[in-house]
């Protein structure tokens, strides 16, 4: 999108400097399909988020524990942001795409890690004690399913040729 845009603002310069008998104009531009497929991609991907948020909070009926997967969902996702800004990756399809599929990652473990602590307050602990107590359960457990996740996507990561150049943003998203 950048390319064209700086394409389409150097037009007018080239127009001035060929003959009147040559006429320069664009014939394709595919940046307007562009824009709209990753503004679908934005929209999906806070669409997701608020509905996390609203079936977190249909089941457990607690707004206090619907407070930590939505807090969980936008440092996850700025800390991605981060991460694209300090590799200098774009924000197109597959790189949102990849951030979309980490969101259901985070909220996963959030919601998890939640219900156990709910369930120890459910049994009369005070909410530290249950917070302590559940962490420790399942703490380990879900370090263990987000490694193993991670490491789906490792071979992507090192992936040759043309798609694993193309991929290689998802993975790291």
């Given at each position: 999108i ?10 007018p310069?080239?127009r001035?400097?060929l003959?009147?008998t040559?006429?320069l104009?664009?014939?394709v ?11 679908d991609?934005k ?7 608020i ?8 089941f ?6 619907t ?10 996702v700025?800390?991605?942001?981060a991460v ?7 924000i197109d399809?597959i ?12 909220v996963d ?9 709910v ?8 909410v ?5 107590r ?5 703490g380990?457990?879900?370090i ?11 071979p992507?990561?090192f ?8 991929l ?6």
């Amino acid at each position: 999108i950048k390319v064209v845009d700086g394409v389409k603002a150097l037009l007018p310069a080239f127009r001035a400097q060929l003959p009147a008998t040559i006429d320069l104009e664009v014939v394709v531009d595919r940046s307007t399909a562009i824009r709209e497929s990753v503004h679908d991609v934005k929209f999906t991907l806070v669409l997701a988020i608020i509905l996390v948020v609203l079936v977190i909070f249909l089941f457990l009926r607690s707004l206090s524990a619907t407070v930590i997967p939505s807090v969980a969902m936008p440092i996850a996702v700025i800390g991605t942001f981060a991460v694209m800004y300090f590799f200098d990756f774009s924000i197109d399809n597959i790189s949102l795409l990849a951030l979309t599929l980490s969101v259901g990652f985070v909220v996963d473990d959030a919601i998890v890690m939640l219900e156990n602590i709910v369930r120890h307050i459910e049994k009369g602990e005070s909410v530290m004690a249950a917070s302590i107590r559940g962490s420790r359960e399942i703490g380990f457990t879900i370090i263990s399913m987000t490694i193993s996740l991670v490491a789906v996507f490792i071979p992507v990561l090192f992936m040759g040729g043309v798609l694993g150049r193309l991929l290689h943003e998802f993975a790291v998203t």
